[in-house]
Each structure stands twice: as structure tokens, then as C-alpha cells.
């Protein structure tokens, strides 16, 4: 007991901005307990030193899309808080740090937020990441330092303190730790979620989004051909992959000159282990002629992802394979026919089985058929409402864009054992669809020889 005391006792000498707001020692007795740390500064030197500050070093950078088109955003989301009555949000993933403020943080293992009221929009970014985010942000910047612990949420707090009523955050991204030590940082205030409802808000894109993701889906044709320039006997998936991605960031840089070049990658998997699972990593095997093969262009600008895959073999495909893969393509091409405006995803899902059921492959499919594009990464996005799943009742409507990706995997007890997939990038139209990666498939175009 007196060791508590001890420990509460410091806590009051030493608390943090947060707790020194609270009057009553058994409110700070509650906020230890949810887990905020209020421990005293280590030593003399650390006590002096800030725990947030604004650095504004350079000049704005350029913005990935125009003032029009961000402050867009924003009112569309304010409207959001209107309508469920929210104060003030705290945004922290990757996709909705990025989607209204233009800067895509690198977590590395900090937090990061973005916050927005009526009256303001501001990026929480670490000290290791000095000016950047200020000159990146569409709006302001507040940073908070290592010098005492979590002062993340002091930054919380200093621009959501005030607030009485509802703040949003994102319930499927922040964990139990970081939502009970938000709570603390937010005595006044009653956490909401807000993820969903934004989720719903990136769904349909703007056409300057559309036109970013169509310069990507150019840049990844160009991955594709770089890939098949690579493609030999003997040579190393590695190296393959390290083709593509290296022309697809020069390309990059020739177009977008002004754009951070980051996150750009390429995977080609052979074999039909190694292509078995879409996501299976690069490795170093050495392909081989009749390989079945799965090429991968993934070019990112401004966080925005596009994609192009195919099937591909090297000099030959034995008729067990060019079977099961002529049937893939029919999938894929029935997908097409489907995506219209007014069509449910999951009625698209249901179409493209009944066409794997006519060829008994339905049971080798390895997940949905597609899925919503825009803020989007192998690590970071996914609109879940807008996926091409039996589960998915969403209705298509123009300006949302999906790929197409219907994918099977075949065993190695199966002669055409392997994973097949084809995916394209598709835009939804007034009247119908457009495919804006327009790389070769099938087996006319993709048996290489070389």
C-alpha cells in the first residue's frame, strides 16, 4: 500500500499535461489504471524537454491531388459528423491518414493520427520524421517527441481535449491497449467508432482519383512487359521481380515527377508450389521451361495501388494445364460481362461460380473475386463493403473501381496442378465497365518462347 502511494504520489509531482487537467486524485487513479503512462520524467534533462512542437521547415510540397478535390474530402466527412453527431475524429490507419491529408506516414513501430474537427484538419506525426509531414500534410501538423512517454496522446489530447461528446476513431484498426490509453487521453469525450462509415466514403472515387489509378494501371502494363523481357530459363524469380519493379519506379518518376517513390513492388511466382498462393513471397528459384507461372506488377503512387497479374508459361503448357487455364480465363471474361452498375457483388460472385462449376473446378478457388481499389497496399487499405463475395450485398455504382482476380489452385496430386489467376483493374461506368490494364492473357499470348 504505501508503495502505491509512493508511486501515486509521483505520479501527481510528475504527471503529465493530460492528468494535470484532471482534478481529482481518483480520476488520476483511473487513468494509471486504464494504462496511460504518467510516470515521472527519467531525469532533469528529459523534464525540460518538450513533449509536442510545431516544425515547419521548407515549403508545402506539392499535393498528390488538387485543393478542390482534398477539401472535398473533408466536407463530405464533416457532413459524416454531422449526421452522427461526432465532434471531432481521430483517424490512425495508413488509408485514412492518407486519404484526407495526402501524407502516408511510416509507422515504424510510433503511432500516427490525423485529426479533424469543423474548424480543423491536423497530422500527429513522431519527431523521427522532422518536417516532412508538415511540408507533405494538406492542412497543419503537430509533432510529438520521444522524450517522455506516450506523448502521442498528450498531441491527442492537446488537439481533441476540449471536446465534449463524441470522437470518432477507428475501431477496426486501434487495439485495446491504444483505445483504453485514448480514453484516458480524452476524460471528456466519448469514443465512437467512425472507420466503417468513412470505409463507405473512399468506395466511390472522384475522377482525379480515377485518373491516378489509371496512369497506374499504364505503369503496370509496363511491369508486365518488363517482366516477360526478364522471363528466361535458369534466371531467378528474384530477379525477375527486381526487373519489373525497377521499371516501374523509373516510370514512376518520368510521370509523376513530383510523387514519393515508395512502396512499388512486383512478386513472380513458378512453379506450382510457388504459385499456389497469391501471396506467396519472391524466392530465388530458378524457372524453369513448362513452368506454370503467376506474374505480379503492384506500381504505388501517393499510397494509391494498382495491379496487374497473369498467367504465363515458359516455351510450352502441357493440355492438362492449358484445360483448367482456358476455364480460368472463361471465368474471367464471364466476371467482366457481369460488373454493371446496379449489379450486386455478390450476384457477380455467384455468376463466375456457376461458370467454375460447369468445368468441376469450383472447389479449387482460393478466395474473392475482387476487391475495391484505391488506398490500398499489401499492408495497408481494404474497403470491405466493396469486394466481389457471396457475403457482399453492396451495389455497384459508378466511379467505384474492383479488380477482377477469380484464382484457383490446383494440388500436386492434380496433372495441372498450380495456381491460375488473371486480374485486371476495372472501372465502373454509367452504362457498363471499362478495363483500364489492357495486357495480354491466355494461353494465344502468354506461352513464352524463348
Same mark, same amino acid.
Given at each position: 500500500?504505501?508503495?502505491?502511494?509512493?508511486?501515486?504520489?509521483?505520479?501527481?509531482?510528475? !504527471?503529465?499535461?493530460?492528468?494535470?487537467?484532471?482534478?481529482?486524485?481518483?480520476?488520476?487513479?483511473?487513468?494509471?489504471?486504464?494504462?496511460?503512462?504518467?510516470?515521472?520524467?527519467?531525469?532533469?534533462?528529459?523534464?525540460?524537454?518538450?513533449?509536442?512542437?510545431?516544425?515547419?521547415?521548407?515549403?508545402?510540397?506539392?499535393?498528390?491531388?488538387?485543393?478542390? *478535390?482534398?477539401?472535398?474530402?473533408?466536407?463530405?466527412?464533416?457532413?459524416?459528423?454531422?449526421?452522427?453527431?461526432?465532434?471531432?475524429?481521430?483517424?490512425?490507419?495508413?488509408?485514412?491518414?492518407?486519404?484526407?491529408?495526402?501524407?502516408?506516414?511510416?509507422?515504424?513501430?510510433?503511432?500516427?493520427?490525423?485529426?479533424?474537427?469543423?474548424?480543423?484538419?491536423?497530422?500527429?506525426?513522431?519527431?523521427?520524421?522532422?518536417?516532412?509531414?508538415?511540408?507533405?500534410? %494538406?492542412? =497543419?501538423?503537430?509533432?510529438?517527441?520521444?522524450?517522455?512517454?506516450?506523448?502521442?496522446?498528450?498531441?491527442?489530447?492537446?488537439?481533441?481535449?476540449?471536446?465534449?461528446?463524441?470522437?470518432?476513431?477507428?475501431? =477496426?484498426?486501434?487495439?485495446?491497449?491504444?483505445?483504453?490509453?485514448?480514453?484516458?487521453?480524452?476524460?471528456?469525450?466519448?469514443?465512437?467508432?467512425?472507420?466503417?462509415?468513412?470505409?463507405?466514403?473512399?468506395?466511390?472515387?472522384?475522377? *482525379?482519383?480515377?485518373?491516378?489509378? $489509371?496512369?497506374?494501371?499504364?505503369?503496370?502494363?509496363? !511491369?508486365?512487359?518488363?517482366?516477360?523481357?526478364?522471363?528466361?530459363?535458369?534466371?531467378?524469380?528474384?530477379?525477375?521481380?527486381?526487373?519489373?519493379?525497377?521499371?516501374? %519506379?523509373?516510370?514512376?518518376?518520368?510521370?509523376?515527377?513530383?510523387?514519393?517513390?515508395?512502396?512499388?513492388?512486383?512478386?513472380?511466382?513458378?512453379?506450382?508450389?510457388?504459385?499456389?498462393?497469391?501471396?506467396?513471397?519472391?524466392?530465388?528459384?530458378?524457372?524453369?521451361?513448362?513452368?506454370?507461372?503467376?506474374?505480379?506488377?503492384?506500381?504505388?503512387?501517393?499510397?494509391?495501388?494498382?495491379?496487374?497479374?497473369?498467367? %504465363?508459361?515458359?516455351?510450352?503448357?502441357?493440355?492438362?494445364?492449358?484445360?483448367?487455364?482456358?476455364?480460368?480465363?472463361?471465368?474471367?471474361?464471364? !466476371? $467482366?460481362?457481369?460488373?454493371?452498375?446496379?449489379?450486386?457483388?455478390?450476384?457477380?460472385?455467384?455468376?463466375?461460380?456457376?461458370?467454375?462449376?460447369?468445368?468441376?473446378?469450383?472447389?479449387?478457388?482460393?478466395?474473392?473475386?475482387?476487391?475495391?481499389? !484505391?488506398?490500398?497496399?499489401?499492408?495497408?487499405?481494404?474497403?470491405?463493403?466493396?469486394?466481389?463475395?457471396?457475403?457482399?450485398?453492396?451495389?455497384?455504382?459508378?466511379?467505384?473501381?474492383?479488380?477482377?482476380?477469380?484464382?484457383?489452385?490446383?494440388?500436386?496430386?492434380?496433372?495441372?496442378?498450380?495456381?491460375?489467376?488473371?486480374?485486371?483493374?476495372?472501372? %465502373?461506368?454509367? =452504362?457498363?465497365?471499362?478495363?483500364?490494364?489492357?495486357?495480354?492473357?491466355?494461353?494465344?499470348?502468354?506461352?513464352?518462347?524463348?
Amino acid at each position: 500500500m504505501y508503495l502505491q502511494r509512493l508511486k501515486l504520489a509521483s505520479y501527481i509531482k510528475y !504527471g503529465s499535461d493530460v492528468c494535470r487537467s484532471v482534478k481529482s486524485t481518483a480520476m488520476l487513479r483511473r487513468c494509471v489504471r486504464r494504462g496511460l503512462s504518467m510516470q515521472p520524467e527519467y531525469s532533469a534533462f528529459n523534464k525540460n524537454m518538450p513533449h509536442t512542437l510545431k516544425l515547419q521547415n521548407g515549403e508545402k510540397i506539392e499535393s498528390t491531388f488538387s485543393k478542390a *478535390e482534398m477539401s472535398g474530402r473533408i466536407s463530405k466527412l464533416r457532413k459524416l459528423m454531422e449526421t452522427e453527431n461526432i465532434n471531432g475524429v481521430l483517424f490512425t490507419s495508413y488509408h485514412n491518414v492518407n486519404y484526407y491529408s495526402d501524407y502516408m506516414y511510416c509507422n515504424f513501430g510510433r503511432p500516427y493520427g490525423l485529426v479533424v474537427t469543423q474548424d480543423k484538419v491536423v497530422t500527429i506525426s513522431a519527431k523521427v520524421n522532422g518536417a516532412y509531414p508538415w511540408r507533405k500534410t %494538406v492542412g =497543419d501538423n503537430i509533432i510529438y517527441t520521444d522524450w517522455h512517454r506516450d506523448n502521442y496522446y498528450r498531441a491527442v489530447y492537446q488537439e481533441l481535449g476540449e471536446i465534449k461528446g463524441k470522437v470518432g476513431c477507428e475501431f =477496426d484498426h486501434i487495439n485495446l491497449d491504444s483505445f483504453k490509453k485514448l480514453q484516458t487521453a480524452l476524460p471528456a469525450s466519448t469514443v465512437v467508432d467512425i472507420g466503417h462509415s468513412a470505409m463507405y466514403l473512399r468506395t466511390v472515387k472522384s475522377n *482525379e482519383e480515377i485518373a491516378l489509378i $489509371k496512369e497506374g494501371a499504364r505503369i503496370a502494363d509496363i !511491369g508486365g512487359g518488363a517482366i516477360i523481357e526478364a522471363l528466361a530459363e535458369g534466371v531467378g524469380e528474384h530477379e525477375i521481380a527486381l526487373h519489373a519493379v525497377q521499371t516501374m %519506379v523509373k516510370e514512376i518518376a518520368k510521370s509523376r515527377p513530383n510523387i514519393a517513390l515508395q512502396d512499388t513492388w512486383s512478386w513472380f511466382q513458378s512453379g506450382h508450389f510457388n504459385s499456389e498462393n497469391c501471396h506467396n513471397p519472391v524466392t530465388s528459384r530458378k524457372v524453369k521451361k513448362g513452368d506454370i507461372c503467376v506474374m505480379n506488377c503492384f506500381p504505388m503512387m501517393a499510397g494509391y495501388y494498382s495491379a496487374l497479374e497473369r498467367n %504465363v508459361f515458359l516455351d510450352h503448357v502441357s493440355d492438362d494445364h492449358l484445360r483448367v487455364w482456358e476455364a480460368n480465363c472463361k471465368v474471367f471474361e464471364t !466476371g $467482366k460481362e457481369l460488373i454493371k452498375p446496379g449489379a450486386k457483388c455478390k450476384d457477380v460472385a455467384h455468376g463466375m461460380n456457376e461458370v467454375y462449376k460447369s468445368y468441376d473446378l469450383l472447389q479449387y478457388r482460393s478466395f474473392g473475386y475482387g476487391h475495391s481499389f !484505391g488506398v490500398l497496399s499489401h499492408y495497408y487499405g481494404r474497403e470491405a463493403a466493396l469486394e466481389f463475395r457471396e457475403d457482399i450485398d453492396t451495389v455497384l455504382e459508378p466511379n467505384m473501381v474492383m479488380s477482377l482476380e477469380p484464382m484457383i489452385a490446383l494440388p500436386e496430386t492434380h496433372p495441372a496442378a498450380g495456381g491460375y489467376r488473371e486480374h485486371d483493374v476495372i472501372v %465502373v461506368t454509367e =452504362d457498363g465497365s471499362e478495363t483500364i490494364t489492357h495486357f495480354p492473357y491466355g494461353p494465344e499470348h502468354m506461352v513464352i518462347k524463348k
